[in-house]
């Protein structure tokens, strides 16, 4: 079945640095890719998307490029701010399956200090 | 302001105590999802409902009901609750298969 597996945090940064998240997927289709944000209290927000290879999504500084030949789908932003802690979600939806399911991964808190 | 409401936000009660968590879109969307989110499980669907009364089962939907008798509700029924099921749940909309789905801000159950 198709799985996604994400790095396990805490990721603890100081403000400014470079922040990369592994994800990596198994599917039997051609899924698409998704990252979703959830700050503290909240539901899950969108972040970016991608729904075919070497697409690359990008939204608020995050970017991430759906790479077909390693099934990854890393999310890095170049300059982090306390404002970016949350926990980070790869998912994926496969087109083997008409409602279009996510399946998660299980999540990265990422801590980000002044 | 398209939303996607649960309530209610929390709640703690007893094993064997019936109880509903409700969840109401304004966005018109077909696609309906309960989720129940677990420390290192992620997110696992629960139910979900691709239009009026057509709903099925996701992964893990032993204890749990659903009903959609009309398109912006979808309610989560827990007939005979028990403490495995404390967790905390998120209901989705989205407007069609494999487009982004939208959360509700989520309910977090205690079962005691």
């Known amino acids: 079945g198709d799985s996604v597996t994400q790095m396990e945090g805490p990721v603890t940064l100081s403000e400014e640095a470079f922040l990369t998240i592994n994800c990596t997927y198994t599917a039997t289709g051609y899924p698409s890719l998704f990252w979703y944000v959830q700050y503290p209290g909240e539901g899950l927000q969108l972040l970016l998307k991608a729904t075919k290879a070497d697409d690359k999504g990008s939204n608020k500084g995050f970017e991430a490029t759906y790479r077909k030949e390693t099934t990854s789908f890393h999310l890095e932003k170049g300059s982090v701010q306390v404002s970016d802690s949350a926990v980070y979600f790869c998912?994926?939806?496969?087109?083997?399956?008409?409602?279009?399911?996510?399946?998660f991964g299980a999540g990265t808190q990422v801590v980000v200090t002044p | 302001e398209a939303q996607v409401t649960q309530n209610p936000r929390y709640l703690i009660t007893v094993t064997g105590k019936k109880l509903t968590v409700t969840c109401s879109q304004n966005?018109?969307?077909?696609?309906m999802s309960w989720y129940r989110q677990d420390p290192g499980l992620g997110l696992r669907q629960i139910y979900y409902s691709m239009n009026v009364e057509v709903t099925d089962k996701g992964d893990v939907p032993e204890g749990y009901k659903v009903s959609r008798k009309e398109k912006r509700n979808f309610p989560l029924i827990l007939e005979s609750p028990s403490p495995n099921q404390t967790s905390l749940y998120f209901c989705a909309s989205s407007s069609g298969g494999h487009q982004p789905q939208h959360f509700g801000d989520g309910t977090r159950l205690s079962i005691l």
């Open positions: 966005m018109n969307h077909e696609y």
């Open positions: 998912a994926l939806s496969d087109s083997t399956d008409s409602w279009g399911k996510l399946q």
